[in-house]
């Protein structure tokens, strides 16, 4: 949070509701600090325990927003804190107290520690709770333009050029807008990687900084963007995005072919219904060509 800090802004009047027992996830700001919601607040100013990613981050979010710390615990937990760690905070929970976790920014678990804890508190049977709020991959794609109705969330690329080449073509012919997070060092590389791997004219888009006082949004084809990218020392934190594969052209050759893969389990009348939803053929052509090609 590195923004709108001044405590005087955000007077946070706590619910007076106790929080109940288990876990309660909080989303934190990626950027504004005012984007934290007031439920979250709440839940920070009434948990028993409060658990952190980095705990120095909590604190001064709190701070900023007036919550106090009293005399409660901050205890950390990310991904190197292993299972003394874990079962000290599921122990926690079954005692009946009320823990909340944040991880440094946005959303815990996307990108970010805390799944192997979601994972322990739900096999424990242990109530669980989260305050939904900032995340820059849902934030990056309502700024973007490109289809929101399918979208799938793919992470950090690896950062070996082999790996990643391999990691961009798995990805492909998803059909969906592809959401990506990226370190500003590596931007360069990625991009021109999907000019060789998807093609220099797929859309891109880059958000740079969301919520923050430097926020960018790049858009164009993969060789457009990489030639700009190139071009600048871009800094901050990055989200890439990337529009869906154009449709394949579909031709009797390629229906044909759907047709024997489906007719090896299904009967001509199946068959034909598959292929003309998965392909966006009018059924009554697909059923011809089943016909034909049973002989
Ligand atoms: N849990 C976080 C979330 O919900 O978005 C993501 C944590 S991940 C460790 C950090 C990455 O998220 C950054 O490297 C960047 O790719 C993306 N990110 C976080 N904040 C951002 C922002 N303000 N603008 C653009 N990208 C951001």
Redesign the pocket.
């Known amino acids: 949070m590195r923004q709108g800090s001044d405590p005087a802004e955000s007077p946070h009047k706590p619910a007076l509701r106790a929080i109940p027992p288990g876990l309660h996830l909080i989303?934190t700001p990626?950027?504004a600090a005012r984007d934290i919601t007031l439920r979250a607040l709440d839940v920070l100013a009434g948990a028993d325990v409060l658990v952190a990613e980095d705990t120095r981050t909590l604190r001064h979010l709190m701070e900023i927003h007036g919550v106090p710390l009293g005399t409660r615990q901050v205890i950390a937990y990310h991904d190197h804190s292993g299972e003394g760690q874990l079962q000290r905070l599921l122990g926690l929970m079954a005692e009946g107290k009320s823990l909340a976790y944040a991880?440094?920014?946005?959303?815990?678990l996307?990108?970010?520690p805390g799944f192997e804890l979601v994972r322990a508190v739900a096999a424990a049977g242990l109530p669980m709770s989260a305050a939904p709020g900032?995340?820059?991959?849902i934030c990056?794609l309502t700024l973007s333009g490109l289809p929101s109705d399918r979208f799938f969330f793919a992470g950090f690329p690896p950062s070996a050029q082999g790996a990643r080449r391999t990691f961009l073509a798995d990805l492909a012919a998803v059909q969906a807008t592809l959401i990506l997070?990226?370190?500003p060092k590596r931007l360069a590389a990625l991009l021109s990687e999907m000019v060789t791997v998807l093609g220099p004219a797929r859309q891109v888009v880059v958000?740079?900084?969301?919520?923050?006082r430097f926020e960018e949004v790049l858009r164009g084809g993969a060789a457009d963007l990489a030639e700009q990218v190139a071009q600048r020392d871009i800094k901050?934190?990055?989200?890439v995005l990337v529009d869906r594969a154009p449709p394949s052209e579909v031709t009797e050759e390629s229906i044909a072919e759907a047709l024997d893969q489906a007719l090896k389990t299904m009967s001509v009348k199946d068959a034909a219904t598959f292929v003309s939803q998965t392909l966006g053929v009018p059924r009554k052509i697909a059923y011809k060509i089943a016909l034909d090609r049973q002989g």
């Open positions: 989303s990626i950027g991880s440094e920014a946005g959303t815990p996307i990108s970010d900032p995340c820059a991959a990056a997070y990226e370190s958000c740079r900084e969301l919520t923050k901050g934190e990055i989200v």
